[in-house]
């Protein structure tokens, strides 16, 4: 898996612990990286950290966006994971330039596959597609 794949899957998990627990996200990523056996690369944990803190610095106005597209769906019956997905991706296309939005979306696709189910890849796709979308010049 590439290092920044693997960071985005982390940085998911982390998000996902913060949203339950409600932990703060340094705490979060502490206790994360606690649980290897073997630490991750520092690459990967670096890009990590900063997709956390990102995300949990700019939760509000991602999930303005997010519930902005999602006609009919309110962003706390989401399911948790789908929720913190469109968060990730959502962070990276509004204030991520060095990753192309194209990038963005795939990456969140491919968590949703692998963590939620096809409708809701094709959930994560549409919403953030319509973020890019409002963000091209």
């Not at 900063?50 to 902005?68: T, Y």
């Not at 795939?106 to 939620?116: F, G, I, P, R």
């Amino acid at each position: 898996m590439r290092k920044r794949s693997q960071a985005r899957e982390f940085a998911l998990q982390i998000l996902y612990q913060i949203d339950i627990t409600r932990q703060e996200a340094d705490d979060a990523c502490g206790s994360f990286w606690l649980s290897f056996d073997q630490q991750p690369d520092c690459e990967v944990q670096e890009f990590t950290r900063q997709l956390v803190k990102g995300v949990m610095e700019c939760r509000h106005e991602i999930d303005a966006k997010i519930a902005q597209y999602a006609k009919n769906w309110e962003l706390e019956r989401m399911a948790v994971v789908d929720r913190n997905i469109l968060r990730l991706g959502g962070f990276e296309i509004i204030h991520r330039s060095d990753i192309p939005p194209k990038v963005s979306i795939n990456e969140a696709v491919e968590l949703a596959k692998k963590y939620s189910d096809i409708q809701a890849a094709k959930f994560v796709n549409g919403i953030l597609d319509k973020i890019k979308t409002e963000r091209a010049p």
